[in-house]
């Protein structure tokens, strides 16, 4: 199975709400990834978590936090968003980023699609 | 540093033509190359990756590519394209150094004509 789930597919928010997307995978994978992908653009780097430890942060704003509650659970806890932060969120998760595997797979999520008004 | 290039933002093809996808990358060290699909409003998924086992390489739903190092390529190949074959193609190169962070290419649109 390599399958990773993200809660909701769709997600519309005004400026002062606070909501936060949801990401699981189940394949003992112990790296997982934030993604941003704006329309007919490639996805961008937002965060890298290593065992629940969070290893990169790509100058993400901090209206955008995020939270790695165990091995399996990936939150992105959105707050104060502006119009601009309207994307298409990806969520992806590969075996282990420290073991030095040659070529380490990244399986993604099928996203959360954000608008903000 | 690492970058990828695909050559065409748009390539379009009639069904049970073959499909030629073009990507080069650069890479200081020996690199980990991929080539994901994207079709409208859903996630990323893996068509095939190299990672210097076989210069040639298969993957899902009859698509190939080969690395060629002196070309620093690795096009995407499909004998006959299918309707369904239309979507966004990513090239993604992953260093051996560094992160071991992805390097997206800016993306391929295939479009497939009845």
């Known amino acids: 199975d390599t399958e990773v789930t993200q809660t909701p597919k769709h997600l519309v928010m005004g400026m002062t709400n606070k909501k936060s997307l949801k990401c699981e995978q189940h394949?003992?994978?112990?790296?997982m990834y934030w993604y941003k992908q704006k329309a007919k653009k490639p996805p961008e780097l937002m965060f890298v978590?290593?065992?629940?430890?969070?290893?990169i942060n790509e100058s993400v704003p901090s209206r955008f936090s995020p939270e790695c509650p165990n091995s399996s659970l990936l939150n992105l806890h959105l707050h104060a968003l502006q119009p601009e932060d309207s994307a298409l969120y990806l969520c992806?998760?590969?075996?282990?980023?420290?073991?030095?595997?040659?070529?380490?797979?990244?399986?993604f999520g099928p996203g959360t699609r954000l608008l903000v008004l | 540093a690492q970058s990828v290039t695909q050559l065409d933002s748009h390539v379009s093809v009639s069904e049970g033509t073959p499909v030629l996808l073009r990507c080069n990358y650069s890479?200081?060290?020996?690199?980990?190359l991929f080539w994901y699909v994207q079709h409208p409003n859903k996630g990323l998924q893996l068509l095939l990756k190299?990672?210097?086992?076989?210069?040639l390489v298969k993957g899902i739903n009859g698509f190939e590519a080969e690395f060629k190092k002196s070309e620093t390529s690795f096009h995407l190949t499909k004998p006959s394209a299918h309707m369904s074959d239309a979507a966004e193609y990513f090239c993604v190169v992953s260093d051996q150094g560094g992160r071991r962070a992805l390097t997206f290419g800016s993306g391929t649109r295939l479009q497939v004509q009845p």
């Open positions: 890479s200081s060290y020996s690199p980990s």
């Open positions: 992806a998760s590969s075996q282990d980023i420290r073991s030095g595997t040659r070529g380490e797979t990244q399986y």
């Open positions: 190299y990672t210097s086992a076989a210069t």
């Open positions: 394949m003992g994978h112990r790296a």
């Open positions: 978590y290593s065992y629940e430890k969070l290893s």
